[in-house]
């Protein structure tokens, strides 16, 4: 069964004013353990679908389904939670909490979750070790580099074993090495737990290791591929 | 995790958080020293009334409120003294005999009002024996001693020594002179007290205008705490029932015989929180302001806690938290400083000298102590709280409206 699926999906922005057509029914399924680039151009949608697969965005048109559920169907404060409890993130700016150490930062999804602080603690433990950052557990985010920071938000996003994890643009901000370490550790978390990763990129490094790429244009998913990697 | 998150966010901007710290804490002290130098001012007038001029309680015939004439006898007035002599609360009674009459001088006259005590229970209930400035207060051994205020010895020219000629109306309503010798010169904080009184044996002036000396037409009550007036009053009420019903006698707390100076104490209270308030909602300009650019700053990390799965709930109390801290903060700096200046004041007093002639001919001390209570302090640190949280609601609304999808894409 589908972990994601959507179906005739638009998004209009603007409609009263001057109305952006930033998807024009696109149609995707993704399955359980999937390692999922969805490319195109700036401007073609990619960042507007994954807003919807993430649940940050309702389409304005056409059904958005998470293992069954109907986002559109949820109420605001039911999509939050079903968030929390279902996907996880990776930003382009790591966006960690500046204020909260690493081993903070990563705990911060579980204590939203309502899990105890002993269970928390240990299981954020555990995560920083598996993404091999545990060392700077008590660094803040201004005090790690770009990939380090990057590693911890993996952390944050997979502490909580969610459906699948959103990354858009993971790597735009980081160099050669740390986006090869990166991708690497996503793969092998992905191959680990059979976590579901999708992405939103334009980098090659991060198409060459996707086994599936969806290429969106002017709205519309004009190309899938698969490829055995 | 949430208030971690609110209190190291209120370190990111040390300086901007630092001016909030200090403009509380600057409105907190400018308030509290306000209060405290008012509040000190009219309690000293107040204490001041009651030690040299009213006493706490005071017993009258009706009729003498009325004509002000020396014949208006409180009716059973030793009886009076002793009964109330055995109330606990009860510090002193005096049974007094009160004349207006005409003060003169070789060179000058004026109007008086001639108060005849039994010094050894006038010690207890009045503290003009201490504000003599010269001379000694009346001495039970001297014939027909007078103790006048400074500015009524200035007035007729008077010195210790002098004599002073005092003319009143006697029992039967004959005008009678007599003349007094200075023994003492009073001087206390209010002008006008001190330029129409002259304090005499209550037996000299009896004997002057023909009345025993077991007879008073005044009994001055002294507690030995103010706050005790109202049940003090009520227990006198009951205790002499008969003749309050009957219209012999009147009991008069000092706030009723000085109403001027009761609601200047009632006003004084009013003010106080009214100041404070005005100070608080000018601060609160401040924090909204502060808040909403902490909001902006953060759009982006607000749009990741909802994109994350924080609900708006505990985003609006990360708002609140950090607007409370902030706010809280400055408090106590400002009510450390000011518990320190009240204090200092409170002891050493504030001196006004320069402006004593002004203040003293409205009845104020030239040194003002200080004077704030402890329930202010605390209300004026759970407005601070209110006020933070009144101020954290616009800002925290602005943060609810944000959209994670939009916020975290901000480059702010």
Do not use: C
């Not at chain 2, 006259?109 to 005849?116: D, K």
């Not at chain 2, 400074?150 to 002098?162: E, N, S, T």
Request: aromatic residues 8%.
């Amino acid at each position: 069964m589908s972990i994601i699926q959507a179906k005739n999906i638009y998004k209009v922005y603007n409609e009263t004013h001057v109305p952006v057509h930033a998807l024009n029914g696109v149609d995707l399924e993704i399955e359980k353990g999937e390692f999922t680039a969805i490319v195109g151009p700036s401007g073609s949608g990619k960042t507007t679908l994954l807003n919807i697969i993430g649940g940050l965005d309702l389409p304005t048109e056409g059904d958005i389904f998470i293992e069954g559920t109907n986002l559109k169907t949820l109420s605001s404060r039911q999509l939050i939670d079903f968030r929390l409890h279902n996907i996880g993130f990776v930003f382009q700016a790591y966006n960690l909490i500046p204020v909260l150490t690493a081993l903070e930062n990563t705990e911060f999804i579980l204590e939203l979750q309502g899990v105890s602080k002993k269970e928390r603690e240990k299981r954020a433990m555990e995560i920083l070790k598996t993404v091999d950052i545990a060392d700077k557990r008590d660094h803040k985010p201004g005090q790690l580099s770009g990939g380090q920071q990057q590693r911890v938000a993996v952390a944050r996003a997979l502490v909580s074993q969610p459906k699948y994890i959103i990354a858009d643009e993971p790597t735009a901000n980081l160099d050669s090495k740390s986006t090869e370490e990166l991708l690497t550790l996503m793969k092998k978390m992905n191959e680990k737990f059979q976590t579901t990763f999708v992405f939103a990129t334009h980098d090659q490094r991060v198409m060459d290791k996707a086994r599936r790429i969806i290429t969106i244009e002017d709205g519309k998913a004009v190309k899938d591929e698969t490829f055995e990697r | 995790m949430l208030l971690a998150i609110a209190w190291r966010n209120l370190w990111r901007n040390k300086l901007r958080s630092s001016v909030i710290f200090i403009s509380i804490a600057v409105g907190i002290i400018g308030a509290i020293t306000s209060v405290g130098f008012m509040s000190g001012m009219v309690d000293q007038r107040e204490d001041a009334a009651i030690a040299n001029e009213v006493s706490n309680i005071q017993i009258h015939n009706p009729k003498f409120l009325l004509n002000d004439e020396a014949q208006y006898m409180v009716p059973g007035a030793a009886q009076k003294v002793s009964e109330i002599e055995q109330i606990p609360q009860v510090k002193g009674v005096s049974l007094r005999l009160k004349v207006t009459g005409m003060a003169a001088s070789a060179n000058a006259g004026a109007g008086i009002t001639i108060r005849g005590v039994n010094v050894a229970s006038e010690l207890k209930v009045s503290d003009i024996n201490q504000n003599v400035i010269e001379g000694t207060y009346l001495t039970q051994n001297a014939r027909f001693p007078a103790v006048v205020g400074q500015k009524l010895a200035h007035k007729l020219d008077l010195g210790l020594g002098d004599k002073i000629i005092i003319t009143l109306s006697d029992s039967s309503g004959t005008i009678t002179s007599g003349a007094f010798q200075i023994e003492g010169i009073f001087k206390t904080a209010n002008d006008q007290f001190d330029e129409s009184n002259v304090f005499v044996k209550k037996s000299d002036l009896a004997k002057l205008i023909g009345y025993p000396n077991n007879v008073g037409n005044e009994i001055a009550i002294r507690l030995n705490s103010n706050m005790d007036t109202p049940m003090v009053v009520n227990k006198l009420d009951k205790m002499m029932v008969g003749d309050i019903h009957s219209d012999k006698i009147i009991i008069q707390s000092w706030d009723q015989i000085q109403p001027l100076l009761k609601s200047m104490v009632e006003m004084m209270d009013y003010f106080s929180y009214l100041f404070l308030i005005i100070i608080m909602a000018a601060l609160a300009f401040a924090i909204i302001n502060t808040m909403l650019m902490a909001v902006m700053e953060r759009t982006r990390e607000i749009g990741m806690l909802m994109a994350l799965g924080m609900n708006k709930r505990k985003i609006f109390n990360l708002i609140l938290l950090e607007t409370i801290f902030l706010s809280i903060i400055g408090a106590f700096i400002g009510l450390g400083v000011s518990v320190l200046v009240v204090h200092h004041y409170a002891i050493y007093g504030f001196d006004l000298t320069n402006a004593a002639s002004g203040l003293n001919s409205f009845g104020y001390s030239a040194r003002i102590f200080f004077r704030v209570s402890n329930e202010f302090y605390f209300i004026s640190l759970i407005l601070v709280v209110i006020i933070a949280i009144i101020s954290s609601i616009s800002p925290a609304l602005k943060a609810l409206k944000l959209q994670p999808a939009t916020a975290i894409r901000e480059n702010i």
